[in-house]
């Protein structure tokens, strides 16, 4: 056992993103005493160039060993831990579409819901974003371990007062000046293509989305990152970007004035900035009874209205104002219920709650630091 070592892991490895990313770069700052891995068989540069393992190497099972903390947001490619080992489950969002032993149809996730549990048996905390989701998680997951209900370190930044939009863009790869309406669809458990890949298909009329959109608007198609096949980048328009390669949808969000999406969790999250959300459900009916379900009434609980097909999509872009109107009551109480605990800080909650402040010898290093530099004088 390590006891200052922190292993991470976001998406099965495959992303550096979500709420594992803005709990390391937070613990950074708040406890650098601490050293941290990241399991990630990316590319993507890390802040603090910390070291990197390959999931699923026999380093990366040593370091699971060897790890006083674990940090992920679905799980690890082992499960169990020594009692000491304190493993801090984050999750990826609040539930929108059943989890775990809500399911109550035969798919993938039913399939995998001895894996998980014998993988929850492990936790040894949990990150929610508010209390709804405190309760289906303890339910769906099986887990009768601590709670943390502080609101998800992901959405820090789409409430960051200072962020320079057109840096950011620059960063991304996208162009400046420019209006984003981000669509992020949810995966299709129905639509399998190999062990945890799935065929997704538009069922959206990119040309005619392009030919209404603005001259300085840009539609960014983020596919799920378990969709393995479905998009064809080349043939889209000149003004629709596929940013499917860029791990953190936070970011994205934080730089959209609009979100579309159908099933996924993102728009809990992107609801805290308070701009327009949209619902394209094509396949609604048989998404709600035949390959997974939901929680909430889409009708009736969303914060958007539902379209269900290209023509009512652009007829709910073209005059947003009037939409956010139509929903503006609807989408307060959806704030309050779900985003409380969004301020900007879930992530430095999350660190002094999971972690703890630092040593005593860390607070002193600077005065000590300064006492040194007072004697040489």
């Known amino acids: 056992m390590q006891e200052d070592l922190v292993l991470f892991e976001s998406f099965l490895g495959k992303q550096y993103a979500g709420n594992p990313r803005y709990i390391y770069e937070a613990l950074r700052h708040m406890r650098p005493d601490l050293r941290c891995v990241w399991a990630y068989n990316g590319s993507q540069s890390i802040p603090g160039d910390p070291q990197r393992v390959e999931r699923g190497s026999a380093e990366y099972f040593r370091l699971l060993a060897q790890a006083r903390y674990r940090v992920n947001n679905v799980l690890f490619e082992a499960a169990g831990r020594k009692p000491e080992t304190i493993y801090l489950q984050t999750w990826h969002g609040t539930p929108l579409k059943r989890l775990g032993r809500d399911i109550e149809l035969d798919g993938p996730e039913t399939e995998a819901r001895g894996k998980l549990h014998q993988e929850s048996r492990g936790w040894s905390m949990m990150l929610s974003a508010n209390r709804y989701s405190s309760t289906i998680f303890r339910r769906a997951f099986d887990f009768d371990g ?62 005619a989305i392009s030919a209404a959109l603005a001259p300085d608007q840009v539609l960014l198609v983020k596919a799920h990152h378990l969709v393995g096949a479905g998009l064809d980048p080349e043939a889209f328009p000149a003004n629709v970007m596929d940013v499917s390669h860029l791990g953190d949808i936070s970011e994205l969000c934080a730089l959209a004035e609009v979100l579309i999406t159908d099933y996924s969790s993102v728009f809990f999250d992107f609801a805290v900035t308070g701009r327009p959300i949209l ?25 958007g209205p539902v379209a269900r097909d290209t023509g009512e999509l652009l ?55 300064e006492d040194l530099r007072a004697c040489a004088a």
Request: some cysteine; aromatic content about 12%; glycine content about 4%.
């Open 279 to 303: 619902f394209y459900c094509y396949d609604l009916e048989l998404y709600a009874r035949q390959v997974r379900g939901f929680h909430l009434d889409m009708e009736r609980d969303l914060p």
């Open 146 to 207: 601590p709670m943390i209900e502080s609101g998800y370190p992901l959405v820090d930044p789409m409430l960051d007062p200072t962020l320079d939009r057109d840096h950011l863009a620059q960063r991304l790869g996208l162009p400046s000046g420019r209006r984003f309406v981000l669509y992020a669809p949810t995966w299709r458990d129905h639509r399998p293509v190999g062990t945890w890949r799935f065929d997704f298909d538009l069922s959206l009329d990119l040309q």
């Open 315 to 369: 007829a709910l872009l073209s005059d947003l104002p009037a939409v956010s109107a139509r929903h503006a009551d609807r989408y307060r109480e959806f704030r309050r219920r779900f985003c409380a605990l969004a301020d900007g800080q879930a992530a430095r909650r999350v660190v002094e709650a999971v972690f703890g402040p630092p040593p005593a010898a860390v607070h002193a290093l600077p005065q000590a630091m």
